[in-house]
C-alpha cells in the first residue's frame, strides 16, 4: 500500500503564474477529494471527485482553480494567475465509496506566492 | 449549518501524563466523526473514527475517544502522553452524503519532558 502521493511538496512561485499539483489516490478508492488549508487552520473543502465525476465543489474554488479527475484514477488541481491568498497547504484524500469509509491523506504540496 | 469546535487552541502536558482534548460539534443527525493528527509539515493521520455502535472507540497510538450525543461531544483521550505525541489534532465530522469532512481549527499539543 502506497498511500495517498502528492506531487510536488513544494512550489514557490510568482504571484501571477499558474501552478498545477498532482494527486495520486490509493489504487482501489473511487472517491478523491481536494483541501485547503492556511496556517493555524483547519483543512477547508475544496472539491470532490468519485471517479471521474467532478460531485461538489465549494464556493472557495473561484473560476481560477480547476480540478480534474480524467481517468478516475489521479487527479490535478490547477491554479491559474496566483494570488498572494493562495499561499496554502493543499491535502489530496482518497477513499473508498460507500458508507464508514474514512479518509486518508497525503503529505500535501505548499503553496507560497512570492 | 455543519460545525466543529475544538476549544482549546494549545496544551501543554508533562510526559506520562494524561490527555483529553475536546471535540463539540454541531450536526442535526448521528455524525460521523474523526480524530486526525498533524505533524509539522505532514499530511493528517488517522487516529479513530466513530460511525454507530459503542460509543467509546479505540484507534491508534493508544488513543481513545468517547462519543457523547447528549452533550455533542467526541473527546480524545490517552492515559500516559509521549513526547511523540507531540503535533497538531484535528476533529472532524462527515456531514453529508458526498463525505466531505468540516473540520475544528485544531488543538496543538506540547509535552514537557
Known amino acids: 500500500d502506497t498511500g495517498v502521493s502528492q506531487d510536488p511538496r513544494h512550489k514557490i512561485t510568482k504571484r501571477g503564474q499558474n501552478v498545477t499539483f498532482r494527486c495520486d489516490p490509493i489504487s482501489e478508492h473511487n472517491r478523491l477529494y481536494w483541501y485547503r488549508q492556511t496556517l493555524g487552520q483547519g483543512p477547508e473543502f475544496l472539491t470532490y471527485?468519485?471517479?471521474?465525476?467532478?460531485?461538489?465543489k465549494s464556493r472557495l474554488l473561484s473560476d481560477r482553480f480547476s480540478a480534474e479527475r480524467p481517468k478516475g484514477s489521479f487527479s490535478t488541481l490547477e491554479i491559474q494567475r496566483t494570488e498572494q491568498g493562495d499561499s496554502a497547504m493543499y491535502l489530496c484524500?482518497?477513499?473508498?465509496?460507500?458508507?464508514?469509509?474514512?479518509?486518508?491523506f497525503g503529505d500535501g504540496t505548499r503553496l507560497s506566492i512570492l | 449549518a455543519q460545525s466543529v469546535t475544538q476549544p482549546d487552541i494549545h496544551i501543554t502536558v508533562s510526559e506520562g501524563a494524561s490527555l483529553e482534548l475536546r471535540c463539540n460539534y454541531s450536526?442535526?443527525?448521528?455524525?460521523?466523526l474523526f480524530w486526525y493528527v498533524q505533524s509539522p509539515g505532514q499530511g493528517l493521520q488517522l487516529l479513530l473514527k466513530y460511525f454507530s455502535g459503542d460509543t467509546l472507540v479505540q484507534g491508534i497510538k493508544g488513543f481513545e475517544a468517547e462519543f457523547k450525543r447528549s452533550q455533542s461531544s467526541f473527546n480524545l483521550r490517552k492515559p500516559s502522553v509521549h513526547w511523540s505525541d507531540a503535533a497538531e489534532y484535528f476533529c472532524a465530522v462527515d456531514a453529508g452524503n458526498n463525505r466531505k469532512l468540516i473540520w475544528g481549527l485544531g488543538t496543538s499539543l506540547a509535552v514537557n519532558p
Open positions: 450536526y442535526g443527525a448521528t455524525p460521523y
Open positions: 484524500a482518497s477513499s473508498l465509496g460507500g458508507d464508514n469509509q474514512p479518509q486518508h
Open positions: 471527485f468519485q471517479n471521474e465525476a467532478q460531485l461538489e
